[in-house]
């Protein structure tokens, strides 16, 4: 008999950003993870930040960053000017 695996449901943002589809969650007070994709590919970030706020601004920046590599002719907006952009949302972690 196969036992179904225990998934985790885990509260996080979403954000539309810079052309990208940013994710970002906390697994503890200060560890936060983030997912950037950009149609292609993704990719996973792990960092410490002590608030909520500086972890949009943390991944926010690299998104900003990331962006201006592919399209360097284009202007994009500071990455406070971001931080209402992020939506609720909660998804399953399936480790």
């Given at each position: 008999?196969?036992?179904?695996?225990l998934?985790?449901?885990?509260h996080?943002?979403?954000?539309?950003?810079?052309?990208?589809?940013?994710?970002l969650w906390?697994?503890?007070n200060?560890?936060?993870c983030?997912t950037i994709?950009?149609?292609a590919h993704?990719?996973?970030?792990r960092?410490?930040?002590?608030?909520?706020?500086?972890?949009?601004?943390?991944i926010?920046?690299?998104a900003?960053k990331?962006?201006?590599?592919g399209?360097?002719?284009?202007?994009?907006?500071?990455?406070?000017?971001?931080?209402?952009?992020w939506e609720s949302?909660?998804?399953?972690?399936?480790?």
């Amino acid at each position: 008999m196969r036992l179904p695996t225990l998934c985790k449901a885990k509260h996080g943002f979403s954000c539309d950003a810079y052309g990208l589809q940013i994710h970002l969650w906390s697994e503890s007070n200060v560890d936060w993870c983030a997912t950037i994709f950009d149609g292609a590919h993704e990719m996973y970030f792990r960092f410490e930040k002590n608030n909520l706020t500086l972890a949009k601004l943390h991944i926010l920046a690299v998104a900003r960053k990331r962006a201006m590599v592919g399209q360097k002719d284009r202007e994009f907006p500071a990455e406070h000017t971001l931080l209402e952009s992020w939506e609720s949302m909660t998804f399953v972690d399936e480790g």
